[in-house]
């Protein structure tokens, strides 16, 4: 596998990641709403992703196999809870209000794998710049 590769994978699953965290952050700041219908409350946002099996170019872009790609985001199926608090402004007509679906044990789990998978993609971009560094300086000896 060329660098060029190499770069090009780890480099979409970065972008992947990002997604997957900015989509985890806002699922994670969005956990305490209420709404006055099932319809209405926020639900829980999930990446979908798609591994590349063939270099695909879009454009003057080339995604190699292996890449990562982020096909759609997609709300939680699970249905959203509903408590009786008449008092409160979302409530509907006999006093419920529903909450989002947001689980915020998952989501920090969500979180953490996240970020880890990003760290690693990280260290792979790291160890193939060292292994450049190394190949260029045995090339001048």
């Not at 480099?11 to 989509?23: E, H, K």
Request: proline content about 4%.
């Amino acid at each position: 596998m060329s660098m060029e590769k190499i770069f090009g994978v780890a480099g979409s699953a970065l972008a992947g990641q990002l997604v997957r965290m900015n989509t985890t952050a806002s699922n994670l700041a969005n956990s305490s709403n209420t709404a006055e219908s099932e319809e209405a409350a926020y639900k829980a946002k999930r990446v979908v992703f798609r591994t590349l099996l063939d270099d695909e170019t879009i454009g003057d872009q080339t995604r190699y196999a292996g890449s990562v790609q982020v096909t759609n985001i997609v709300d939680d199926p699970t249905p959203p809870p509903k408590s009786y608090d008449p008092g409160n402004p979302s409530a509907d007509g006999d006093g419920y209000v529903y909450q989002s679906n947001v689980n915020e044990v998952s989501e920090m789990v969500e979180m953490t794998a996240a970020a880890r998978s990003y760290q690693n993609n990280i260290e792979v971009i790291n160890t193939a710049k060292q292994m450049m560094m190394r190949t260029l300086e045995v090339m001048k000896a």
